[in-house]
């Protein structure tokens, strides 16, 4: 692929800036699932739906302001990076009554890129507002918080081989974007490409780190899967 042609800003690891916002992660965080301790169901019910409505409306925000100024564009603003589908997902979880299939899939999905989006953060059209900053990090909080939070204080269960169906799925979900990706010019879940940011699970160009994917998401979607069953989460 050729250079990515628009701004790029990615936070360095350990710098202040990094630190600040690392720090208003785990808080964002932590705050849902400490406070589900002390609730009765319906209050915790209410409690999913408010981070719900926090998604859409950060969602919304998230297009409309690119969309008033012109720079929403096919290749870079449609949500289809693995954060991008947690979002969505995050967006009707809680309104939906058939939750399983959602829940299993995001629930690996969210943790993990939340995660990582969270320690490598790279800002597409980064335009140095408070607002830039709170749609990112307060997005991807919030895909790692609301699935936790499912499975921590509503009952929400891991099936037994739930780890390796995300794996299934994330390779379908591959193999659907790849060829998207060429149609479009995009890079969407990175799979065309490696991110500008340093990433610890990107080794190697392309197409070797996709390779080196296919192990590292099966050993981290299991070591998820064993620390949640566990209940070391928190």
Request: aromatic letters at 16%; glycine letters at 6%.
């Amino acid at each position: 692929m050729e250079d990515n042609p628009i701004p790029i800003y990615v936070i360095e690891f350990m710098s202040d800036e990094w630190k600040t916002w690392a720090l208003f992660s785990i808080i964002f965080i932590s705050i849902p699932l400490i406070l589900g301790r002390f609730l009765d169901r319906k209050r915790k019910i209410q409690v999913t739906y408010a981070i719900g409505g926090i998604m859409i409306i950060d969602f919304i925000a998230e297009h409309l302001f690119p969309l008033m100024n012109g720079t929403w564009d096919l290749q870079y603003n449609i949500p289809l990076h693995l954060c991008g589908i947690s979002s969505i997902i995050c967006c009707i979880l809680p309104f939906v009554k058939k939750k399983e299939r959602l829940f299993q899939f995001v629930y690996y999905t969210g943790i993990i890129g939340g995660i990582m989006a969270i320690l490598t953060p790279q800002l597409n059209y980064f335009d140095g507002t408070l607002r830039y900053y709170l749609n990112f990090f307060v997005s991807h909080s919030l895909i790692i918080a609301l699935p936790i939070f499912m499975f921590l204080h509503l009952g929400m269960k891991l099936p037994k081989f739930s780890w390796f169906k995300i794996w299934i799925h994330l390779n379908i979900l591959m193999a659907i974007i790849m060829p998207l990706n060429f149609l479009l010019g995009s890079n969407y879940m990175y799979v065309n490409a490696p991110p500008e940011v340093s990433n610890p699970l990107i080794i190697g160009d392309w197409p070797y780190y996709l390779l080196i994917w296919e192990p590292l998401v099966i050993i981290i979607a299991y070591l998820i899967y064993v620390i949640s069953k566990r209940k070391i989460i928190l």
